[in-house]
């Protein structure tokens, strides 16, 4: 397993999601989370065991982030295509729910610009400031 660790500004989205992404040719289910205590992003990589060529010759094409599964639980996801007459796809995860990450990304979000001396802390997925009048979101 790859893990990389990278930066951003902004906040983190506030929960989490599910996206069916190329990795080095193989298709996986990509899974995004914030993390609670800390302004981290965690988005783990998921493999199907499918090539992506095999599925787009059996699918059709498509882009990164364009197909969102839904999970169902025990490591299957349900696909819903973009046309309604197109029937839905259930996919798998290559060993079920005991399937390892085959790519982590960390993604670390930086605290907003706020005036100097001002006092900041990360709780419960927020950056938040103190002001004379208390604790406020950043």
Known sequence: MTTAIESATGRPPA?????????????????????QDRPVMLT???PVGVRVVSF?????SWQDGELTPDYLG???FLLRPR?????????RLKDGGKTQPVYTLELN???PRVRKGTETEYRN??????LKR???EA
């Open 15 to 35: 929960r989490e999601t599910y996206a069916l992404v190329n990795y080095d040719g193989e298709l996986c289910v990509a899974y995004s989370a914030p993390l």
């Open 44 to 46: 783990n990589y998921w």
């Open 56 to 60: 787009e010759r059996n699918y059709g």
């Open 74 to 76: 025990a490591g299957e």
């Open 83 to 91: 046309e309604r007459w197109q029937p839905a796809l259930t996919i």
């Open 109 to 111: 979000y930086d605290c």
């Open 125 to 130: 997925g927020r950056w938040y400031k103190l």
């Open 134 to 136: 208390g604790w406020v």
